[in-house]
């Protein structure tokens, strides 16, 4: 299917990030930054494992500086760029503590507001800048990719997130995969992890889809993201062979997952086992 200019269409994005996506590319200078974004431009170098976060940086820069010149045309200050509002939403939406995402100048620097206190992104965790800089390059990529859409945020994708749980907290690991299936609703995840804490947290968003017409007033439940067996899949994979843990019957997580799991609790249990004795002979 060839391309013509001026037709409307919805152009789906696939990106891969790779572990290395912590390591951001901020430029230093706005020199050489293009003026000007393609559609097709949300694909280029998508496939890349390294950080693409230079890209997104220069692309929200140019936004900003065409946000400001329409204010002034429309000579209303509330007036906001749709695309580029809705990277704004996507990085509110899975940061609840960030606000004001904004490229500053002299020193040139993409700056966030925490708590009240505005912060280079570099001076933040590296759990943040793992996640900020994949949403903010997803984000961007899709808005570019759709701009005519009222939600860019909705258009079909594919992205691959390689270890997915990368730097972050376990209480974060939790919550990930139901935060990033909620900004990017028609998005395909593929994710790798080593990580208990993402497998327990795909099995209670099964779970979620299962009771979601059950749920009353928990907002330990309320707030899980309901994901249909139909939509999963979930491997293990071993030296040797690749392991389906979907069971088919319940639409969770097989119990076979348990295994890898319990190696270092054996252990301990041998140790104990030990402990007792040793005092059991005293």
Known sequence: MRYKAGTSFQLPVFSYYGVGRALLDVPLRRRGFPKNHSRFDALEGALNSVTRFKSAFIWFYNKEFEEIKRQKEER?????????????KAIEQLFPDISEPHIMLN?????????????DIMQLSDGYKTMLSLVIDLASRMALANPHMDNPLEAKSVVMI??????????????????????????????????PYIVEAVNNHLMRFQVRDQITSSSNVSNLYPLPATDT???????????????????LIDNKLIHPYNVLS???DEM???????????
């Open 233 to 251: 899949a979930v491997y293990y994979l071993q030296k040797d062979a690749i392991e389906d843990l979907m069971d088919k019957e319940l639409g």
């Open 272 to 282: 104990r086992d030990l402990q007792w004795a040793e005092r059991t002979d005293d």
């Open 162 to 195: 390689d270890e997915v749980d990368l730097h972050l907290h376990p209480e974060w690991q939790r919550r990930v995969v139901g935060d990033l299936l909620r900004v990017f609703p028609h998005t395909q995840f593929i994710l790798t992890s080593h990580s």
């Open 107 to 119: 020193p040139l620097r993409f700056a966030v507001k925490i708590d009240g206190t505005r912060l």
């Open 76 to 88: 209303s200050f509330d007036y906001r760029l749709p695309e580029l509002e809705a990277v704004r």
């Open 266 to 268: 054996e252990a301990y």
